[in-house]
């Protein structure tokens, strides 16, 4: 069974910075790509970040562009996303999703991702 344990979340101060991280069991991290999902209260959940199996495709929504940093390191099974000068508006639930793909270098910015984690509490205010 597939799990996925995300970490890192917490309170910060506007301008701040947190890095999540994601770590997976019970499938083969290389062939599965990521993904960042967030969701705030009464919105709707959105996709963050994007990564491909190899690591060398990426997207991300464009308030969080040269921001945020998604990455991955498949030695350790774990993927995580780097958030720096955060603001107010980052305030969220973020979750991280995993999916089996054949394909190597393609990011999925759908929603249709197979697993999901428990999700993770940042909060950003003064």
């Known amino acids: 069974q597939v799990q996925l344990v995300e970490s890192g979340g917490g309170l910060v101060q506007p301008g701040g910075s947190l890095r999540l991280s994601c770590a997976v069991s019970g499938r083969t991290f290389s062939s599965i790509r990521m993904g960042w999902f967030r969701q705030a209260p009464g919105k709707e959940r959105e996709l963050v970040a994007a990564?491909?199996?190899?690591?060398?495709?990426?997207y991300y929504l464009d308030s969080v562009k040269g921001r945020f940093t998604i990455s991955r390191d498949n030695a350790k099974n774990t993927g995580y996303l780097q958030m720096n000068s955060l603001k107010p508006e980052d305030t969220a639930v973020y979750y991280c999703a995993a999916q089996s793909t054949i394909l190597m270098f393609s990011v999925s910015t759908t929603d249709e991702y197979d697993y999901w984690g428990q999700g993770t509490q940042v909060t950003v205010s003064s």
């Open positions: 990564i491909s199996r190899s690591g060398g495709n990426t």
